[in-house]
């Protein structure tokens, strides 16, 4: 996790670069004066911005929200698996194509209990994002990631999607290999799998992409997510055939989490770190791990037909209309 | 080969004119041929200039009725042009008969979306305009006397955007052949999901995939046939999950619209991308039918699968 000044800050949030600059000039002055005791400023400091974090995610806007989903320190699927579970073991390739980097998976041991953990992954800096592919899936991490949930449900084991993209790749090759065909297969098999399911979107969840991995018996988000079948921007450039429309966008789409859980369409919230999952990566970490845990233990007593029928019926319920007599 | 990018995306905004012209040539074709068959014969004989057709692709020239008995398909260069679903129960339902199916279900504005128009408005604006519904329809009737159930989609309709209306007569259409234990048939044409009802156009993806799952288990053959154009959340969806795929030729079929495509990769495309020929070399179609063999190819196909 980066510290200051490593850290990078959000144009909402330079109220905490600024009393982060107030605690260095404060340290500063300390140690000209060593006679002074300025430890209670820095304290003071130190709640302020504490505070700051707690206000400024109190009143976020839908587009901010959507801001603090790509925050660039914030913690990615390999983070939340390594600090929530022991033995990682990574599994790699399609056995067709090629190993897609932007999509990752593997056994590892949650609580005592094996799991397979899947999901898309962004990297850290710039040769790693690139590396990543920016967490945009090519039609084969689809198939790797149906791979190992056939793997885990011959193993019975439960599986636990952490989903973090914006979209699913747009490109030749993807549309030559089927993007597509790949995640609808991925779509129709999720919501057939025998094992339990758990579904969290931990960053961006854009449309096909995230649905993509993201059919299970229990649909989590974390606060400052965003879910929906568009990116804002994207949205923005097709119905107000501009690209500037993207806070409008994001306001009409209503794509939080609190949104999205009021709209039934997801099952709960994962409450983050005050001001953020990337002030703290273990507490982050701490908190999504108990609800993904409590999930697997309400479903895991289901019997697999009936937990498939629930899961049919959970998503045939999805829409609205009007119907006349 | 095609002059002008389709840009099929700005169908989904429903808004009409957007400087978009091949597709905005296709809309008017449609508009004028509907026009056409609902004026009755003797005002047809003294506007014969409504009459006339003129092919978007080659621009060969002929009467709307000689396009209406090449079942809309250009005599000379066999563009297929993009017709509703009226069109295709009259192609394939034995002497058109059919029973509509579940037309009562319109869609709503539920999360009073609003971008250049209220959704509302839109919706009642189409309502009034048309005599669509939504965009799909469900039928079952008799072809060649095997009963089938078709679902198809009306691009007219904010660009057959994919919503609740259609997920939920998707499900229903479903249901009914479980029930009558009949084969599945969907015609697919489609710019993708209808943003307007945001994330509860993404769950039908989900939604409609269990049906299909049911389906799947009670072995009822669900064949799947896209036209043109069909992309996004029905190709990541249904139309991608047939125990056959089929499509027509030349349809522009894919997940990514050539334009995002185009600007993610900064280059041009081949010629032929995302045409069902394409798809058909890379292995994600069973077969491309024409459609004046579409009837006599899913009497084979139902054939098949009953005996
Ligand atoms: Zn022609």
Request: hydrophobic share 35%; proline share 4%.
């Amino acid at each position: 996790m980066p510290q200051y000044p490593n850290r990078q800050f959000l144009d909402f949030e330079q109220p905490i670069k600024d009393l982060y600059e107030q605690i260095d000039q404060t340290k500063k002055l300390a140690e000209k004066n060593p006679k002074i005791d300025y430890s209670s400023t820095v304290q003071q400091l130190e709640n302020s911005i504490i505070e700051k974090r707690r206000e400024i995610t109190t009143h976020l806007t839908r587009w901010q929200r959507v801001q603090m989903s790509r925050h660039p320190d914030r913690p990615y699927t390999h983070k939340y698996i390594e600090k929530m579970s022991t033995n990682f073991l990574e599994l790699f390739g399609d056995r067709n194509v090629r190993d897609d980097k932007a999509m990752i998976g593997g056994f590892a041991s949650l609580n005592g209990q094996t799991v397979m953990f899947i999901g898309q992954q962004k990297g850290i800096n710039t040769k790693m994002r690139q590396m990543r592919n920016f967490g945009m899936a090519n039609p084969e991490g689809y198939r790797k990631a149906l791979r190992l949930m056939k793997l885990a449900e011959k193993f019975g084991k439960p599986i636990v999607t952490l989903i973090d993209t914006p979209g699913a790749f747009p490109g030749l090759e993807a549309e030559e290999r089927g993007q597509g065909e790949a995640i609808a297969r991925n779509i129709y098999e999720m919501i057939r799998l025998r094992v339990p399911v758990i579904c969290c979107i931990i960053g961006e969840g854009a449309s096909g992409g995230a649905l993509g991995i993201g059919v299970g018996d229990k649909v989590l988000m974390m606060e400052n997510t965003w879910y929906t079948v568009i990116s804002p921007e994207s949205c923005s450039s097709i119905l107000w055939r501009s690209w500037e429309k993207k806070e409008v966008a994001a306001e009409q789409l209503r794509l939080t989490a609190t949104d999205m859980k009021e709209f039934g369409l997801i099952d709960e919230i994962v409450p983050e770190p005050i001001g953020g999952a990337h002030w703290d990566y273990n507490e982050a970490a701490a908190i999504l791990k108990t609800h993904i845990i409590n999930a697997l233990d309400e479903i895991k007593i289901i019997p697999p037909d009936e937990r498939i029928e629930q899961r049919i019926i959970k998503f045939g319920k999805m829409g609205f209309w009007d119907e006349a007599d | 080969m095609k002059k002008e990018e389709d840009n099929f995306e700005s169908d989904l905004s429903g808004e009409e004119s957007q400087g978009n012209i091949a597709s905005e040539a296709r809309r008017k074709w449609y508009r004028r041929f509907r026009k056409g068959i609902t004026t009755s014969t003797a005002e047809k004989k003294e506007t014969p200039e409504g009459l006339w057709s003129k092919c978007p692709e080659c621009n060969y020239i002929c009467t709307t009725s000689e396009l209406r008995e090449n079942l809309f398909v250009c005599p000379k260069c066999n563009y297929h042009h993009r017709i509703g679903s009226d069109e295709y129960y009259e192609i394939l339902f034995d002497n058109n008969e059919y029973q509509e199916l579940f037309g009562n279900i319109r869609s709503k504005d539920f999360l009073g979306f609003t971008d250049l128009k209220p959704y509302q408005k839109r919706l009642d604006e189409i309502h009034a305009n048309t005599d669509l519904k939504d965009s799909m329809r469900v039928a079952a009737g008799k072809v060649n006397d095997y009963e089938l159930v078709v679902a198809c989609m009306d691009f007219e309709f904010i660009g057959g955007s994919l919503g609740s209306v259609m997920g939920e007569k998707f499900s229903r259409a479903a249901d009914y052949c479980l029930a009558h234990k009949l084969p599945f048939f969907v015609i697919s044409k489609s710019g993708g999901a209808r943003m307007m009802e945001s994330a509860f156009s993404l769950m039908q993806l989900a939604k409609t995939s269990g049906k299909l799952s049911q389906l799947s288990d009670a072995k009822i053959p669900y064949i799947s046939l896209l036209t043109d154009p069909t992309f996004g959340g029905i190709s990541a969806s249904f139309g991608m999950l047939g125990d056959l795929n089929i499509a027509e030729p030349g349809a522009l079929i894919g997940f990514a619209g050539p334009r995002v495509i185009k600007e993610t990769i900064k280059k041009d495309l081949p010629a032929g991308f995302q045409r069902s020929e394409f798809l058909l070399d890379h292995g994600f179609l069973d077969f491309i039918i024409d459609r004046k063999f579409l009837k006599e190819k899913i009497t084979q196909v139902i054939m098949l699968f009953q005996h």
